[in-house]
C-alpha cells in the first residue's frame, strides 16, 4: 500500500510563496507518476502539476493558470515530492492534494492517480 503525507500549507500575501511537501511511504515505485492537485470551495478538484519518468527523462506537466508560477520537483533519495509555488494569487487560494499513480504515463487525469494525500490548505489574502 502507499501512503502520501503532506505538508507545508498555510496563510501567505498575494506575491508571495509557499512550498508544498508530500512524502510517500508504502510499497511506492520510485518512478511512479506523481501530479498535485487542487479545490477550492464550490469548485471541482482541478489539476495542478505532474512529474513522471519516461524512460531515462523526467518530465513536467502544468496547468495554464500556474505555468511559471509553480514547480513541481522530486527528490528520490528521500521520497518526497514537492510544490514550490511563487507570486501566488487570491485564486490560487484552495485545499492541496498531492497524488500517486500506478501507471506510467505523465498525465491530468485524476483516474490514474489512485493514491491522495490528506489535502492542506493554502489561503492567499489579496
Known amino acids: 500500500q502507499v501512503q502520501l503525507v503532506q505538508s507545508g500549507g498555510g496563510l501567505v500575501q498575494a ?5 508544498l511537501s508530500c512524502v510517500i511511504t ?3 515505485s520510485s518512478t511512479a507518476p506523481m501530479a498535485w492537485f487542487r479545490q477550492a470551495p464550490g469548485q471541482d478538484r482541478e489539476f495542478v502539476a505532474a512529474s513522471a519518468h519516461i524512460g531515462y527523462t523526467v518530465s513536467t506537466h502544468y496547468a495554464d493558470s500556474v505555468k511559471g508560477r509553480f514547480i513541481i520537483s522530486r527528490d528520490i533519495f528521500k521520497n518526497t515530492v514537492y510544490l514550490q509555488m ?5 485564486e490560487d487560494t ?3 492534494f498531492c497524488a500517486y499513480s500506478t501507471g506510467v504515463e505523465l ?14 490548505q493554502v489561503t492567499v489574502s489579496s
Open 94 to 96: 484552495a485545499v492541496y
Open 15 to 19: 506575491g508571495g510563496s509557499l512550498r
Open 86 to 90: 511563487n507570486s501566488l494569487k487570491s
Open 107 to 120: 498525465t491530468a487525469d485524476r483516474s490514474s492517480y489512485a493514491y491522495w494525500g490528506q489535502g492542506t
Open 26 to 28: 508504502g510499497r511506492a
